[in-house]
């Protein structure tokens, strides 16, 4: 069969999808990733075909996030949810998505012009891209959303729903009706929940993790990819003392854990290295050049896949992102994670810990020394190495990629028209 995958032009978003998208190439399905055309080469660095989709206009503020860390200090918080505390602010959240989910329709057209002229039997999209469900209704082709995170967006429109009904709202009054009448209005559709929601949810995040909604998820393993790059030499040499990674990720929140804390990175760096340890920290330039003395046992690089360098690790410290989570259970690596929310930061933070695989220190609570002590209890304390251990085998629950393939060939033959 055809699948097209429709992905927000953003790092973060894009390395979620490519083993399912390895997966079905594997077993002999004509894979397409319709995607930015500036955006392209993050597709075909990972061996699929991309699909330029727009112009360069479009969407050109966020693809310049790819390559302009500056800009990541306008990311916050206002996007970030709690689900577990109460919060007066979802209603406010809700109108938020739903302008960030308005982006993508200045490429409905050219998404319709795809879909009915390469006829996918199946288009996989990013919850970002609601368009992508309409292109497939148009073609007659099956749809689904992939997740990269908790889903934020079907548990938000589940409460506007609960809350207009209570008020007794008419449809005019949903915001998700500014949303998708300008894109279904054009194709002469009616909107129906699928087309915001998808016809299922392909969901890679651990079953414990999953919230409480009442929709069709297929749960699939997230199977961590972090990009390719030549391995290091000294990451091929023999580890003599427990090695520790720093990253604050690709999508810009935990790039702000310092200045929002108050603590810099001079002083994180300073106090981990009193520990018997070899601390490997990625980290930017403008990071870098702060640390005007590097200690014997700390290495700063730019980037290392975290394929690549985890399975040396014996510890991670991060700010809860979901590609470095994924990354370090699917190693089997415990975790100490300063929560910068942007998305679900802070229920993947107390999940972990809940679970034994990690500790968890608030941002308003960081300072180098609690660092420092938190990272050696980790690594002390056998229980977090078996809490890493059991969060691995709970994740691996869960279909791989591969084998969620049949399952989408089957739920194609049963939703296509």
């Known amino acids: 069969m055809r699948v097209l995958f429709t992905v927000f032009p953003a790092t973060a978003h894009i390395h979620p999808i490519v083993p399912l998208a390895w997966a079905l190439q594997n077993a002999g399905h004509d894979v397409r990733v319709a995607i930015h055309p500036d955006a392209v080469d993050l597709v075909t660095d990972a061996g699929l075909t991309a699909i330029p989709l727009g112009n360069r206009e479009i969407l050109s503020s966020v693809v310049e996030f790819n390559s302009n860390l500056d800009l990541l200090d306008g990311l916050d918080d206002s996007l ?10 979802w209603e406010e959240q809700w109108y938020g998505l739903t302008q960030v989910l308005s982006m993508f329709t200045p490429v409905l057209q050219d998404l319709v012009s795809l879909t009915e002229s390469w006829r996918p039997d199946l288009v996989l999209w990013d919850p970002f891209c609601p368009a992508a469900a309409v292109a497939a209704r148009v073609s007659g082709a099956a749809q689904a959303r992939i997740l ?16 207009l009904a209570s008020r007794g709202a008419t449809p005019g009054q949903d915001p998700v009706n500014a949303l998708m009448r300008p894109m279904l209005s054009c194709y002469g559709l009616d909107y129906d929940e699928e087309l915001l929601l998808g016809q299922w949810t392909i969901d890679p995040m651990p079953s414990g993790m999953r919230l409480p909604l009442d929709l069709p998820y297929q749960p699939m393993r997230r199977v961590p990819y972090n990009g390719a790059a030549v391995v290091p030499d000294w990451l091929l040499a023999r580890v003599d003392r427990p090695r520790v990674c720093l990253t604050l990720g690709l999508g810009g929140r935990g790039r702000q854990l ?4 108050g603590v ?9 290295a009193e520990l018997d340890i070899e601390l490997v920290a990625t980290i930017d330039a403008k990071q870098r050049d702060l640390v005007t003395t590097v200690p014997d046992n700390v290495r700063l690089v730019d980037y290392v896949p975290l394929g690549q360098l985890l399975p040396t690790c014996s510890a991670i410290i991060h700010h809860g992102g979901g590609g470095t989570f994924a990354a370090a259970v699917a190693h089997q690596v415990p975790q100490l994670i300063t929560p910068m929310p942007f998305w679900g930061e802070h229920v993947t933070a107390r999940y972990v810990a809940d679970h034994g695989a990690g500790l968890l220190i608030p ?12 990272l050696s209890r980790l690594l002390t304390e056998p229980a977090f190495g078996k809490g890493a251990a059991d969060l691995y085998q709970e994740m691996r629950e869960a279909p791989s990629p591969a084998e969620l393939v049949p399952v989408l060939e089957d739920l194609t033959a049963e939703h296509r028209r």
Do not use: C
């Open 80 to 89: 970030a949810l709690d689900t577990d505390r109460e919060t007066p602010r």
């Open 264 to 272: 810099g990175f001079p002083e994180i760096v300073a106090a981990l």
């Open 148 to 163: 990269w995170g908790q889903d934020n967006i079907a548990w938000l429109r589940a409460k506007s729903r609960q809350q």
């Open 258 to 261: 310092f200045r929002e804390s």
């Open 363 to 374: 941002s308003a609570e960081l300072t180098a020394e609690n660092l420092r002590d938190q």
